[in-house]
């Protein structure tokens, strides 16, 4: 069965030991090693250094796929991080969080070229509601819901409607599925 492992650059700005870490981990078996490209005490602070990840995936010893994380928050992004480190992959995190979509738009724009022009507010929404759904079908209907509730406070979806604040507040305490399909539906945009 195939291993892989994720990590982070080092434990601090003194220890950024990523370069050998790697060799080390690819010499115990792993099949492939994904990156984050910030230290342990950093946390998600700062901007990810994404050049140590390029100089794992430019080492000459590694022959593993090297997959790069961090602050990957738009397709263009994404294609610059490709291009700056030439990494086998890209894995995305918080940039999905709110907007799952993202990876098709990523998807399209390395296939294309071209960015997607917009989604309709239907659309996004309706997106989101299989989301919960998913949410609620993996785990059970409060744990579901308290687990999307992040992704619906961060959502681009219903920023810069006007008067939102008490129907975010709604949003972010709905405790049934019918609560929160009830509270999306009445939003006006």
């Keep these: 069965m195939p291993v892989t492992a994720k990590t982070r650059l080092g434990w601090d700005d003194s220890s950024r030991i990523i370069v050998d870490l790697a060799?080390?981990?690819?010499?115990?078996?792993?099949?492939a090693l994904a990156i984050h490209g910030r230290t342990r005490?950093?946390?998600?602070?700062?901007?990810?250094?994404?050049?140590?990840?390029?100089?794992?995936?430019?080492?000459?010893?590694?022959?593993?796929p090297i997959i790069g994380n961090g602050d990957v928050t738009s397709p263009i992004i994404c294609q610059q991080r490709f291009e700056e480190t030439g990494v086998d992959a890209v894995m995305i995190g918080r940039g999905s969080i709110g907007r799952?979509?993202?990876?098709g738009e990523i998807r399209h724009f390395l296939?294309?070229?071209?960015?997607?022009?917009?989604?309709?507010f239907d659309w996004m929404v309706d997106v989101l509601k299989q989301q919960v759904i998913d949410s609620v079908n993996r785990l059970d209907e409060r744990r579901g819901?308290?687990?999307i509730r992040r992704h619906l406070a961060a959502t681009?979806?219903?920023?810069?409607?006007?008067?939102?604040?008490?129907?975010?507040?709604?949003?972010?305490?709905?405790?049934?599925?019918?609560?929160?399909?009830?509270?999306?539906?009445?939003?006006?945009?």
């Excluded at 060799?23 to 099949?31: F, K």
């Excluded at 005490?41 to 050049?51: H, I, L, N, P, V």
């Excluded at 799952?100 to 990876?103: H, S």
């Excluded at 709604?170 to 009830?182: G, W």
């Design 100 to 103: 799952p979509w993202i990876f």
């Design 23 to 31: 060799e080390s981990l690819q010499d115990c078996g792993i099949q």
């Design 156 to 189: 681009p979806v219903f920023k810069g409607i006007p008067n939102f604040r008490d129907t975010r507040i709604a949003l972010l305490r709905a405790e049934t599925v019918e609560d929160l399909f009830r509270i999306i539906d009445s939003i006006n945009r």
């Design 145 to 147: 819901i308290l687990h």
């Design 41 to 64: 005490a950093q946390m998600y602070t700062g901007e990810a250094d994404w050049s140590l990840i390029g100089a794992v995936k430019r080492n000459a010893r590694m022959r593993i």
């Design 111 to 120: 296939d294309t070229g071209e960015l997607v022009s917009s989604y309709t």
